[in-house]
């Protein structure tokens, strides 16, 4: 029986193992014998109606390091039950805890060994290479007076009383702020001196100080809590699990329902979480956030296998408020550095996956979000950042509201997010990317590299007061009216992409530019409607005067469906377009020049001539159509209808040396050419075009001359 139950331990890392209920069959009692006590060792007392004192009671009896067992398959109801101090272990084994008051069940603090004040931080080069001469750039923390108990190795918090940069402050009170705070490692100690092994990432300024984490730490394996019915009515709204300042916790399980979170990790450094949680309430009305994770100003922790079912946010970052000079200082600072991995979230009811402004370097490694709407104080995202340095890995959403929501809650919050080989499929808007309206301020640096992104909404995705870029082949389909729409001071760069449109509106565009102050910048980009449900769409349509494209390299695929043009525009001097090398594979048009104020273009497509135009002349005066065509050879068929016509001005070329060809393609009527620098020529005289006549010029940089 023990080499069966050894077979079937799975190893923590450090100390005591977990043990899961794989083939266990019958073998608790011999459990007990070799990790530690049960909960059953403990009697109820005169006059307690549930568990928790039996449970605190065996909790008591712990030495450090000790280990309380929940019997396969047993039940028990528990409320505020704590340990502070000592390192333990509690082993479910299949049983079930149900909260039964408005309390949290369990609440597991470590501590800290002591707070010394700090007289200084300062960067310097230190050679801790015994010999090689290798600096290593470090942070040099003096203490006003050295700790004895302080040793290399050992985790640290640096906090101060400085207010978080950007953050939300109006939870608290006029005197509690979210403040500064960040965990490190020691390195070396040298006196008052404390290097530690890198370089803070905060700077700090007003009553600094260091505080040691002690060496305590929590594990949890093989519970399942539930949650008292009368919870319900008598609206609870308690989180079921909290570990507070420890390092090493590692935790595997599972809840039913939650009136609030169900775990809250605050001040913990160096956690590793796999947890099932389901029907977390969401009723922000009533106090209740229900977050599957709430990770507060935590450090270096991985969520793994995770699934949230039910909840507000699966996954969620936080940072109390605070007085200056606090002495709960696990929650000072930031959550940072945190990955969550192979992790799902079902039915949400705001975004499974989500972190707040005051977070930084957050990866989620494929996660999936699943089938989430937009419930009280909700988006319905699959995931969310409004912080910096977030990272999405090979994610998906799929049969959401939104796909990614990138926005920027507080000025200044958000920037550095990166969308690596992600997709979405059945969502309403792929990407939703907005920053606030205040001066200067932005969403930067959005960087989506790879991936699919299907949408079907009207707006397949959306930017506005963001600086987002696109490279390394990402496809978006889709089926809306507007697939991108852009809107104020949105600035997009595009590179090696694909969009392709599925839509059913005649009205279709793929880039629909319609703010103010929008730059667009397209470089080797396909746009493919052959699949569009519907003909004579519009690729690309600018809506302001201050709208402003460039690019090269793109690559109109229609496999035949009809196209209206591929560039629109609202009116004349509507926004500037220099895009060159526009491939299309159908006569279609390109654009009509006069709506532009500034122009430059050049194109090919199968049976036309690079550069080539054909332009009835129904008047007189009528300006030739090519403005802003950079195309090297421009070749302009005219055709003068019901009489003799007078061609207007030729627009100023693009390149020096570019050569324009007009021919006559009448066979009845001719076609003048004028003289002179009202129509940018400089031919000697007037020249007549009879049937089929032409006549070859080339642009001298400031005027069309004749071809000798």
């Given at each position: 029986?023990?080499?069966?139950?050894?077979?079937?331990?799975i190893?923590?890392?450090?100390?005591l193992?977990?043990?899961?209920?794989?083939?266990?069959?019958?073998?608790?009692?011999k459990?007990?014998?070799?990790?530690?006590i049960?909960?059953?060792?403990?009697?109820?007392?005169?006059?307690e109606?549930?568990?928790?004192?039996?449970?605190?009671?065996?909790?008591?009896?712990?030495?450090?390091?000790?280990?309380?067992?929940?019997?396969?398959?047993?039940?028990?109801?528990?409320?505020?039950v704590?340990?502070s101090?000592?390192?333990?272990?509690?082993?479910g084994i299949?049983?079930?805890?149900i909260?039964?008051?408005?309390?949290?069940?369990?609440?597991f603090?470590?501590?800290?060994?002591?707070?010394?004040?700090?007289?200084?931080?300062?960067?310097?080069?230190?050679?801790?290479?015994?010999?090689n001469n290798?600096l290593?750039?470090v942070?040099?923390i003096?203490?006003?007076?050295?700790?004895t108990?302080?040793?290399?190795?050992?985790?640290?918090?640096?906090?101060?009383?400085?207010?978080?940069?950007?953050s939300?402050?109006?939870?608290?009170?006029?005197?509690?702020k979210?403040?500064?705070?960040?965990?490190?490692k020691?390195?070396?100690i040298?006196?008052?001196?404390v290097?530690?092994?890198?370089?803070?990432?905060?700077t700090?300024t007003?009553?600094?100080?260091?505080?040691?984490?002690?060496?305590?730490t929590?594990?949890?394996?093989?519970?399942?809590?539930?949650?008292?019915?009368?919870?319900?009515?008598e609206?609870?709204?308690?989180?079921?699990v909290?570990?507070?300042?420890?390092?090493?916790?590692?935790?595997?399980?599972?809840c039913?329902?939650?009136?609030?979170?169900?775990?809250?990790?605050?001040?913990?450094?160096?956690y590793?979480?796999?947890?099932?949680a389901?029907?977390?309430r969401?009723?922000?009305?009533?106090g209740?956030?229900?977050?599957?994770?709430n990770?507060?100003?935590c450090?270096?922790?991985?969520?793994?296998?995770?699934?949230?079912?039910?909840c507000?946010?699966?996954?969620?970052?936080?940072?109390?408020?605070?007085?200056?000079g606090?002495?709960?200082?696990e929650?000072?600072?930031?959550?940072?550095t945190?990955t969550i991995?192979?992790?799902?979230?079902?039915?949400c009811?705001?975004s499974p996956?989500?972190?707040?402004?005051?977070?930084?370097?957050?990866?989620?490694?494929?996660?999936?979000?699943?089938?989430?709407v937009?419930?009280?104080s909700?988006s319905?995202?699959?995931f969310?950042?409004?912080a910096?340095?977030?990272?999405?890995v090979?994610?998906?959403?799929?049969n959401t509201r939104?796909?990614f929501?990138?926005?920027?809650?507080?000025?200044?919050?958000?920037?550095?997010?990166e969308?690596?080989?992600c997709?979405?499929?059945?969502?309403e808007?792929?990407l939703?990317?907005?920053g606030?309206?205040?001066?200067?301020?932005?969403?930067?640096?959005?960087?989506?590299?790879?991936?699919?992104f299907?949408?079907?909404?009207?707006?397949?995705?959306?930017i506005?007061?963001?600086?987002?870029?696109?490279?390394n082949?990402?496809?978006?389909?889709?089926?809306g009216?507007?697939?991108f729409?852009?809107?104020?001071?949105?600035?997009?760069?595009?590179?090696?992409?694909?969009?392709?449109?599925?839509?059913?509106?005649?009205q279709y565009?793929?880039?629909?530019?319609?703010?103010t102050?929008?730059k667009v910048?397209?470089?080797?980009?396909?746009?493919?409607?052959?699949?569009?449900?519907?003909?004579?769409?519009?690729l690309i349509?600018?809506?302001?005067?201050t709208?402003?494209?460039?690019?090269?390299?793109i690559?109109?695929?229609?496999?035949?469906?009809?196209?209206a043009t591929?560039?629109?525009?609202l009116?004349?001097g509507t926004?500037?377009?220099?895009?060159?090398?526009?491939?299309?594979?159908?006569?279609?048009t390109?654009?009509?020049?006069?709506n532009?104020?500034?122009?430059m273009?050049?194109?090919?497509?199968?049976?036309?001539?690079?550069?080539?135009?054909?332009?009835?002349?129904?008047?007189?005066n009528?300006?030739?159509a090519?403005?802003?065509?950079?195309?090297?050879?421009?070749?302009v068929?005219?055709?003068p209808?019901?009489?003799?016509?007078?061609?207007?001005?030729?627009?100023?070329?693009?390149l020096?040396?570019?050569?324009?060809?007009i021919?006559?393609?009448?066979?009845?009527?001719n076609v003048t050419?004028?003289?002179?620098?009202?129509?940018?020529?400089?031919i000697?005289a007037d020249?007549i075009?009879?049937?089929?006549?032409?006549i070859?010029?080339?642009?001298?940089?400031?005027?069309w001359?004749?071809?000798?």
């Amino acid at each position: 029986m023990v080499n069966r139950i050894k077979e079937n331990m799975i190893g923590s890392g450090e100390g005591l193992p977990f043990i899961t209920r794989k083939n266990l069959d019958d073998a608790s009692d011999k459990i007990l014998d070799i990790v530690g006590i049960s909960i059953e060792s403990f009697d109820k007392i005169a006059g307690e109606t549930d568990d928790s004192g039996r449970c605190q009671r065996a909790l008591n009896s712990l030495n450090d390091k000790g280990v309380l067992v929940f019997p396969y398959g047993n039940t028990y109801y528990i409320n505020n039950v704590s340990v502070s101090g000592k390192s333990v272990t509690v082993l479910g084994i299949g049983a079930t805890i149900i909260q039964n008051k408005n309390q949290s069940v369990f609440t597991f603090t470590g501590g800290w060994d002591f707070v010394s004040v700090v007289s200084s931080i300062t960067n310097v080069s230190y050679d801790f290479s015994q010999g090689n001469n290798t600096l290593t750039n470090v942070a040099k923390i003096t203490l006003s007076s050295p700790q004895t108990n302080l040793k290399p190795g050992d985790t640290v918090k640096v906090i101060s009383d400085d207010e978080i940069e950007n953050s939300f402050q109006g939870g608290g009170t006029a005197t509690t702020k979210k403040r500064k705070g960040e965990f490190a490692k020691v390195y070396y100690i040298s006196g008052n001196d404390v290097y530690l092994s890198g370089r803070l990432r905060e700077t700090y300024t007003t009553n600094i100080r260091l505080a040691k984490l002690k060496n305590i730490t929590f594990k949890m394996d093989g519970l399942h809590f539930d949650v008292a019915t009368q919870g319900e009515s008598e609206v609870w709204n308690r989180v079921l699990v909290r570990f507070i300042a420890a390092e090493k916790v590692r935790i595997d399980i599972s809840c039913a329902n939650s009136y609030d979170s169900f775990v809250l990790l605050m001040g913990v450094y160096d956690y590793r979480a796999k947890v099932d949680a389901n029907n977390c309430r969401n009723e922000p009305i009533k106090g209740r956030y229900g977050y599957g994770i709430n990770d507060s100003s935590c450090g270096n922790g991985v969520i793994y296998n995770s699934t949230f079912n039910n909840c507000r946010h699966g996954y969620t970052t936080s940072t109390g408020y605070i007085e200056p000079g606090s002495t709960t200082i696990e929650n000072y600072g930031k959550t940072e550095t945190i990955t969550i991995v192979d992790s799902f979230g079902v039915g949400c009811s705001n975004s499974p996956f989500d972190v707040h402004e005051e977070a930084y370097s957050i990866t989620f490694l494929n996660c999936h979000a699943i089938g989430n709407v937009a419930g009280a104080s909700g988006s319905g995202a699959g995931f969310q950042a409004r912080a910096k340095k977030i990272k999405f890995v090979d994610c998906s959403a799929k049969n959401t509201r939104q796909g990614f929501y990138i926005f920027e809650q507080y000025a200044g919050t958000t920037n550095g997010i990166e969308l690596i080989n992600c997709s979405t499929d059945n969502v309403e808007q792929s990407l939703y990317i907005k920053g606030r309206s205040d001066a200067g301020v932005k969403v930067r640096d959005v960087y989506v590299s790879g991936g699919k992104f299907e949408s079907y909404g009207s707006v397949g995705n959306y930017i506005e007061n963001a600086v987002v870029s696109l490279v390394n082949n990402p496809e978006f389909i889709m089926k809306g009216y507007q697939g991108f729409l852009l809107f104020d001071n949105a600035l997009l760069k595009v590179k090696n992409s694909k969009f392709t449109s599925l839509s059913d509106n005649a009205q279709y565009r793929i880039l629909d530019i319609t703010g103010t102050n929008v730059k667009v910048d397209l470089q080797d980009v396909e746009l493919n409607i052959a699949n569009a449900v519907v003909a004579d769409g519009k690729l690309i349509r600018l809506s302001h005067e201050t709208a402003f494209v460039t690019g090269e390299r793109i690559n109109v695929v229609t496999e035949g469906k009809g196209l209206a043009t591929v560039v629109d525009s609202l009116g004349v001097g509507t926004g500037t377009f220099n895009v060159t090398k526009i491939k299309i594979d159908q006569d279609a048009t390109i654009l009509n020049p006069v709506n532009f104020s500034t122009l430059m273009y050049s194109y090919v497509s199968p049976t036309k001539a690079t550069g080539a135009i054909f332009q009835d002349l129904s008047s007189d005066n009528t300006v030739l159509a090519t403005k802003g065509i950079a195309n090297e050879n421009i070749y302009v068929r005219v055709k003068p209808l019901t009489s003799d016509k007078i061609l207007g001005s030729i627009p100023p070329g693009v390149l020096l040396g570019q050569r324009l060809t007009i021919r006559n393609s009448d066979s009845t009527f001719n076609v003048t050419v004028k003289h002179g620098s009202t129509y940018n020529t400089a031919i000697g005289a007037d020249k007549i075009l009879p049937v089929d006549g032409a006549i070859s010029l080339i642009w001298s940089g400031s005027q069309w001359v004749n071809v000798v």
